[in-house]
């Protein structure tokens, strides 16, 4: 009996230790309910906001309009094409686009996407004439059947700061891109606005990128 004691007394204490930690846990470190479990597994998934992107799949021949400086009267028109996959099991559109300036080739990819955790669509740019990269981010605008993008591009060595809006306008039957800029510097008051590119597809094409 003498040893019984203390040892019921020692269970006592260990698991009033243990409830005490489980009570003072900080909630950010529990795990998920079963609830917010099934709702991360769902978000790996893709959905009807990936299947939007879907019917633009394809290879497209496309008029590309160019806007470099604001307060051009006519755009620069280049003719390319547009090849558009589906990468990742469904989750991205990748969008690779090749045009030609006299003889040098130019090339383009975008990436597209949703993230269903954020609840809103995503773009990658990335181009030839670069190091660099520009990310979006974007919403779907049901009556116009397009998602509005926008980015920023913060550049260090001419200290402006460019805001894009690109509008991704879509359907099974075509497709359009229309970006427009808004550049501050520190030399004015106001930005310099001025719509700066528009992808027109013209038809399908089983034309192979970079051919």
């Not at 879907?54 to 008029?63: K, R, V």
């Not at 996407?113 to 990335?126: E, I, N």
């Not at 809006?165 to 359907?171: C, E, F, H, Q």
């Amino acid at each position: 009996m003498s040893t019984s004691i203390p040892m019921f007394a020692l269970c006592i204490v260990a698991a009033t230790a243990i409830a005490g930690t489980q009570e003072n846990q900080d909630p950010g470190t529990a795990a998920p309910s079963q609830d917010n479990m099934a709702r991360i597994v769902a978000a790996r998934d893709c959905g009807p906001e990936h299947q939007r992107l879907l019917d633009i799949l394809g290879s497209w021949e496309i008029e590309r309009r160019e806007w470099r400086v604001p307060g051009q009267p006519q755009p620069a028109i280049m003719t390319g094409i547009v090849h558009n996959t589906s990468i990742l099991g469904g989750r991205y559109l990748r969008m690779a686009t090749t045009w030609k300036i006299g003889d040098r080739l130019h090339e383009s990819v975008n990436f597209f996407g949703y993230d269903a955790r954020q609840g809103r669509y995503t773009q990658l740019t990335l181009d030839s004439a670069t190091t660099w990269h520009i990310e979006g981010s974007g919403k779907w605008i049901a009556p116009k059947n397009s998602i509005v993008f926008d980015a920023k591009d913060e550049d260090p060595m001419t200290k402006t700061t460019t805001e894009l809006s690109t509008v991704l306008a879509m359907s099974k039957q075509s497709w359009q891109m229309t970006t427009t800029k808004a550049i501050h510097s520190e030399s004015s008051d106001e930005p310099q606005r001025f719509k700066s590119l528009e992808v027109v597809t013209k038809r399908r094409t089983a034309a192979v990128v970079g051919r």
